[in-house]
C-alpha cells in the first residue's frame, strides 16, 4: 500500500513493451532517429502546435531548469509559488542552469497564485533596473504541489499579467496529465492558447520509466535549448528510449486514461478517509493527491500496517500528541483493492 508518491510506480505494461521494441537494431544517435522524429509530431498533433520545438530529457528538474535557463538571464528574477518545486526540491538547478536568477515567491492557499498576489509581488520586487534586476518570466505548476489545477481562465488572467510586464510564461507540468484529466479540456487550451510559452511535460510520474518532454511553443529558441541540453548533460545518446516511452504514453491517449484512473483512486481515499472519526481533508482533491490531517492513533496504525506516505509538511514532531499532516498520493497502478485494503486496516 504505497501512496507515498507516483514516482514510486512501475511502468506500464505497453511503455515497456516499446522500450523492448525499440531496442531492436541500431539507430542514430541523439535523436536522430525515427522514433523520436515520431514522437515529436505526435505531441505537435495532440497540442496543435504545428511549429512548436519538442525535445526530450529525462528528468522533471533538467526539464524545468534547461526551460527557465531560455527565458531568464543571471540577472533576471523568476516568479513562482512559495511551494513550487523549483523553489522546494531541485536544489538550486533553476538559479544554476539561469546562471543565478533570482527565484520570486508569490504565496497563495493550495499551491495557486492569484493575480492580485501576483501584482502585489511584482510591485514589492520593484521595476526592473541595475539594481534591483529585471522580471522576466512567471513560473505556474499544474497540477500544482498541493494537487489543486489551474484552469483555463485562471491561466489566461496570470500569463496576461506577465505578459503585459514583458515576461515569458513557464508552466511546470510533472502532473499535467492529470490537470488535463481534472479539467476535461484539450491541451493546447490549458497551455500556449492560455499563454505559456514553454511547457514541461511530465511522464515520469505518469507511467513512463524516464521521461520528460520540453514543448517550446516559439521554435526561434530552440537551437538555444540544444545547446544548453548538451552542455547541462542532459541530452541522452539512446535517445530512442526516451522517444518510444513518449509515442506509447500519447498513443490511444493512455496517457490520459493513467491519469483518470490516478485521480479517481485518489477520490476514492480521500472519501474513505473522511469517515474516519478525526480525520479531516485539508485539501479539495482535484488530482491524485489527497491532504489530510488525522489523529495520532490513526497515524500509528497506517504506519503499522506497513502504508507508505509523508508528512505534509516534512518538519511535523512524529513524536508528539497532536494530529498529524499527511500526503498520499496514487499513481496508474493504484489498485482499488490498495485503497479499500487501506482504509479498512485504518479502521
Known amino acids: 500500500m504505497n501512496f507515498a508518491s507516483d514516482n514510486a510506480g512501475g511502468v506500464h505494461p505497453r511503455i515497456m513493451a516499446a522500450l523492448a521494441a525499440a531496442n531492436d537494431g541500431h539507430v542514430p544517435a541523439y535523436g536522430g532517429d525515427r522514433i523520436t522524429r515520431a514522437a515529436q509530431d505526435l505531441l505537435r498533433e495532440v497540442f496543435d502546435a504545428p511549429d512548436a520545438a519538442v525535445h526530450f530529457v529525462p528528468t522533471g528538474t ?29 536544489t538550486g538547478a533553476p538559479e544554476f542552469f539561469t546562471g543565478g536568477a533570482k527565484l520570486i515567491t508569490v504565496p497563495g492557499t493550495g499551491g495557486k497564485i492569484t493575480p492580485e498576489a501576483l501584482t502585489e509581488a511584482l510591485i514589492l520586487n520593484g521595476r526592473d533596473s541595475v539594481h534591483a534586476g529585471q522580471n522576466v518570466a512567471l ?131 480521500a472519501l474513505g478517509l473522511s469517515r474516519l472519526p478525526g480525520v479531516r481533508i485539508n485539501q479539495r482533491v482535484e488530482t491524485n493527491a489527497v491532504f489530510a490531517t488525522v489523529p495520532r492513533e490513526v497515524y500509528s496504525r497506517a504506519r503499522a500496517t506497513g502504508m507508505s506516505f509523508h508528512l505534509w509538511p516534512h518538519t511535523q514532531d512524529e513524536a508528539g500528541d497532536e494530529p498529524l499532516s499527511i500526503r498520499l498520493v496514487c499513481g496508474w497502478d493504484t489498485r482499488l483493492e490498495d485503497v479499500t485494503g487501506a482504509l479498512a486496516a485504518l479502521a
Not at 78 to 83: E, I
Open 62 to 90: 533538467a526539464a524545468n531548469a534547461l526551460s527557465l535557463s531560455l527565458l531568464a538571464p543571471g540577472w533576471g528574477k523568476v516568479f513562482c509559488h512559495q511551494d513550487a518545486h523549483i523553489q522546494t526540491s531541485e
Open 139 to 269: 513560473s505556474l505548476t499544474n497540477a500544482t504541489e498541493w494537487g489543486t489545477v489551474y484552469d483555463v481562465e485562471e491561466i489566461a488572467a496570470l500569463t496576461a499579467i506577465a505578459h503585459a510586464q514583458g515576461m515569458a510564461c513557464h508552466m511546470d507540468g510533472a502532473r499535467f496529465a492529470n490537470a488535463l484529466a481534472s479539467l476535461d479540456v484539450a491541451p493546447s487550451d490549458l497551455t500556449w492558447r492560455a499563454g505559456i510559452d514553454i511547457l514541461s511535460l511530465g511522464g515520469t510520474k505518469n507511467g513512463c520509466m524516464g521521461v520528460e518532454a520540453v514543448l517550446i511553443f516559439d521554435p526561434a529558441l530552440s537551437d538555444e535549448f540544444e545547446f544548453r541540453r548538451k552542455r547541462g548533460g542532459a541530452l541522452v545518446s539512446k535517445h530512442r528510449f526516451l522517444a518510444a516511452q513518449v509515442l506509447a504514453w500519447l498513443e490511444g491517449d493512455l496517457w490520459l486514461q493513467m491519469a483518470r484512473h490516478a485521480n479517481a483512486m485518489a477520490h476514492e481515499l
